[in-house]
């Protein structure tokens, strides 16, 4: 179905969604994030885990990031629902499966997924296809980028209300945006209601990698480049928080690779640990 020219959802979006089926079909449990949700929507061609981007072994960091970016912002979710806050936006929502996977929370919320109008669509059908429907309280917003499109003026058409707080995700999305995209995507946030909250995850330049993924980085880059779609923006912490605070947050701090790992996968004995690559700033206003 996804492997069809033209039909399904992004190569980036494929590939998160197909690596977090593979921690649950590949690594030893507990699992930090289960979600084959998103591997059903796609329907790869039969043999997709031999993909070269799937290699069990050689990706096993990345696929360890994927989920583990998830799990936190989910937990991040359901921690601001308990306290009320009931708007939940996914920029660049590609595959995210939350609203049919946490259904106990989605249905005290309404999530608004933003995305380009094609690969939205398609989304669209196939979860009416697969029988999960469309969730009273899941607002598509289709935004197209290329032709000028306001992912803000879209939204409050969708009937967000910018005068209620919020929780707003943007993830693997930053890498791909100039830094004056990325500054302005941080001020529109950070003039939102008092006690919203963003996660924006962020790619650290090259000489913060750990040097034992230095050459996967170099070639995940290159790969980009090849595709079209190069990766431009690359932040150490200390200059994502600053850029927070200069956009008008409140307060900011910084959720590391280790932080995550701490969280997640401390007592496993297979050593699976997120990327150093990615790292994810939590801004309040």
Request: glycine residues 10%; without cysteine.
């Amino acid at each position: 179905m996804a492997d069809r020219p033209g039909v399904g959802p992004e190569s980036s979006a494929l590939r998160v969604a197909l690596w977090r089926a593979m921690h649950v079909q590949v690594d030893a449990p507990p699992h930090v994030l289960e979600d084959e949700v998103g591997l059903r929507l796609a329907a790869p061609a039969e043999g997709w885990r031999e993909r070269g981007d799937m290699d069990e072994t050689r990706t096993r960091r990345n696929r360890a990031t994927m989920v583990a970016r998830s799990r936190f912002i989910e937990d991040l979710v359901a921690e601001q629902a308990g306290l009320g806050v009931d708007q939940y936006v996914i920029l660049g929502a590609g595959l995210d499966t939350f609203a049919q996977r946490r259904p106990e929370i989605a249905a005290r919320i309404t999530i608004f997924e933003v995305d380009r109008p094609a690969p939205q669509g398609w989304k669209r059908q196939r979860l009416i296809e697969l029988g999960y429907g469309v969730a009273d309280g899941l607002r598509f917003v289709p935004v197209d980028f290329e032709a000028g499109g306001s992912w803000w003026d879209e939204l409050a058409a969708a009937g967000f209300d910018a005068g209620l707080p919020a929780v707003v995700v943007s993830t693997g999305v930053s890498l791909y945006l100039t830094r004056e995209t990325n500054a302005a995507t941080l001020r529109q946030v950070a003039a939102l209601a008092p006690g919203s909250t963003l996660a924006y995850t962020f790619m650290v330049p090259l000489e913060l990698v750990e040097a034992e993924e230095r050459g996967a980085r170099m070639g995940a880059e290159k790969g980009a480049r090849a595709n079209g779609t190069p990766m431009i923006s690359f932040y150490a912490p200390a200059e994502m928080l600053a850029l927070a605070r200069e956009a008008g947050f409140k307060a900011a701090r910084h959720v590391s690779a280790d932080d995550l790992a701490a969280l997640y996968f401390s007592g496993r004995d297979d050593g699976l640990r997120p990327s150093s690559s990615e790292e994810v700033l939590v801004a309040t206003t």
